[in-house]
């Protein structure tokens, strides 16, 4: 029986036969999520039993992995790295920042998290993400693992019984 996560790591797997090779790019980041990245790689995770090493150029990468909100400064950089990787490519936002700004998401040197400016396909949150979370997010990334959590859209009858617990209060008079 072939299911949809077979489908999904046999897709991965054709597009990227061999081992995923990764850039590590800090965007503004205050260094948390690139300890926690560099945890990764080293022996006690092991990253590389999934076939994930860390290259020192974006023209060997399969994947940019993203930390730290992107501040205005980076932006024209940011483009220009996503340019020199080769396609197929991937994004991976690392952290709370990279994934939506952070707290530093409505500041002026700020645009926001790395979807602003770069096509994210996965996006691991956490301030900063553990280690543990870090592997869970690219093994999921190669089919290696099912998704825990789904997204889960509000029907119009949850409303309605919303509304019907928990009555409106009549606004006070002056």
Sequence with gaps: MHGPRDALRDLFLQVFPKSLWVYHVNA?????????????LTPYYDAERFGIKLVGSPRHADVLLVSGPVTRQ???HLKRLWDAVPAPKLVFAIGACACGGGIWHDTYAVVGGADKV?????YIPGCPPRPE???YGVALALGLVTKKVAARHLSDEFFEEYGRLNPTLP????
């Design 28 to 40: 503004g980041a205050c260094n948390g999520c690139d300890i926690e990245v560099i945890d990764v």
């Design 74 to 76: 980076i932006v024209p």
């Design 118 to 122: 770069l096509p994210v396909d996965y």
């Design 133 to 135: 979370a870090i592997v």
């Design 171 to 174: 606004a006070e008079a002056p």
